[in-house]
């Protein structure tokens, strides 16, 4: 690891809920600290103003991602779309989430292509 400037991890790998992600980064931070490391854990995809802090707070350093283009507007402001899942149901899996009938109403139908759950 001491050849490498910086340690990457997609969110998606780092794991399926949102608690797995987060304690995903802190084990790794823990890990990289015992041993002496002291390298950036940069988390790709993890652009979100919902869990960018939280990953800063597990222990990444950098995070980046595409969430601008992926967001859904409802009265209560706008969000990226798995974020839905960590307000409403933080240990539930995005495709559970979004099977949800509320999740239409939140979204406005505008990803009914990406939820086969929801009639086109």
């Given at each position: 690891?001491?050849?490498?400037?910086?340690?990457?991890?997609?969110?998606?790998?780092?794991?399926?809920?949102?608690?797995?992600r987060?304690?995903?980064?802190?084990?790794?931070?823990?890990?990289?600290?015992a041993?002496?490391?002291?390298?950036?854990?940069?988390v790709?995809?993890?652009l979100?103003?919902?869990?960018?802090?939280?990953?800063?707070?597990?222990?990444?350093?950098?995070?980046?991602?595409?969430?601008?283009?992926?967001?859904?507007f409802?009265?209560?402001?706008?969000?990226?779309?798995?974020?839905?899942?960590?307000?409403?149901?933080?240990?539930?899996?995005?495709?559970?989430?979004?099977?949800?009938?509320?999740?239409?109403?939140?979204?406005?139908?505008?990803?009914?292509?990406?939820?086969?759950?929801i009639?086109?």
């Amino acid at each position: 690891m001491r050849l490498f400037d910086i340690v990457g991890v997609t969110e998606k790998e780092a794991g399926d809920t949102f608690f797995e992600r987060l304690a995903f980064v802190a084990r790794l931070r823990a890990l990289l600290d015992a041993n002496n490391v002291h390298k950036p854990i940069h988390v790709f995809g993890g652009l979100d103003p919902f869990m960018t802090p939280l990953y800063f707070l597990a222990g990444a350093d950098v995070v980046d991602g595409l969430t601008w283009l992926r967001m859904a507007f409802s009265d209560t402001g706008a969000r990226y779309l798995p974020s839905h899942a960590a307000m409403t149901e933080p240990m539930a899996r995005f495709e559970e989430a979004v099977a949800d009938p509320a999740y239409e109403l939140q979204t406005c139908g505008r990803h009914a292509d990406r939820n086969p759950a929801i009639p086109a």
